[in-house]
């Protein structure tokens, strides 16, 4: 007798976010999808205390063991080059608004289908993330992977710059996507959530675009700013 085993259904539950803008972008955005796009550079750039953030994109990874005879490896990186970033947040309320300087918002009810849609506009989509900010003291990411041999990573017969990119790649793998999500613990009261588009090459500043196919999943204010 053949048994079926059935794979159980498994479902992710986006939540509900808020894009604090002034009102012109928001009703350009509901009339043809008009959007822009940032970027980790451009975060460093700005003027008000909400948005800037000169450590966008740094992290630390640590990895420390106390196997064999105990390791420790450090490194610094800086990642977001090929990133265009929308943020949001799940806090609906108008102090955190006003606070950003804006009087509207969009509501994104469905943040993986705007991301989806959004993406279709970006030239040199490599791929897409989307999650919670993770905000700490010290933006570091610790890891205990056992102990390492790191003649792995030094080939006497390759290029320096070749030895380096087998590390680096190596401690990309251990950071995944978390540095794009890592922020310090000061701006915690954002509860951000964020969309971010990955590139094949270096992004600008800012992109604008227009994705009315983006709208159905959004929609305009309501009571908070009434």
């Not at 450590?55 to 390791?71: L, P």
């Not at 994104?108 to 993770?134: D, Q, W, Y």
């Not at 390492?148 to 380096?164: G, H, K, L, M």
Request: charged content about 20%; proline content about 5%.
């Amino acid at each position: 007798m053949n048994t079926v085993t059935k794979t159980p259904s498994w479902h992710v539950c986006t939540p509900t976010t808020f894009r604090f803008l002034p009102s012109e972008y928001v009703g350009q955005f509901l009339a043809d999808g008009s959007l822009r796009l940032s970027s980790f550079s451009r975060f460093k750039q700005h003027r008000d205390e909400q948005r800037l953030d000169t450590t966008e994109g740094k992290t630390s990874f640590v990895h420390r063991t106390q196997q064999g005879a105990g390791q420790t490896l450090f490194a610094r990186a800086d990642h977001g080059c090929n990133a265009y970033v929308l943020c949001a947040t799940i806090r609906y309320d108008r102090e955190l608004m006003t606070a950003f300087g804006c009087d509207s918002y969009i509501r994104i009810n469905n943040s993986t289908e705007f991301g989806v849609k959004v993406g279709r506009h970006i030239p040199g989509l490599m791929g897409g993330a989307e999650g919670f900010c993770l905000y700490q003291d010290n933006k570091i990411i610790e890891r205990d992977l056992g102990y390492i041999d790191v003649t792995q990573f030094t080939d006497p017969s390759a290029p320096t710059q070749s030895n380096r990119e087998r590390l680096d790649g190596f401690i990309n793998d251990q950071m995944k996507h978390y540095p794009f999500f890592l922020k310090h613990s000061s701006y915690s009261h954002q509860l951000e959530y964020r969309v971010l588009w990955f590139t094949s090459s270096p992004v600008q500043d800012f992109l604008d675009i227009k994705v009315p196919e983006a709208i159905p999943f959004c929609a305009g204010p309501n009571s908070l700013t009434e």
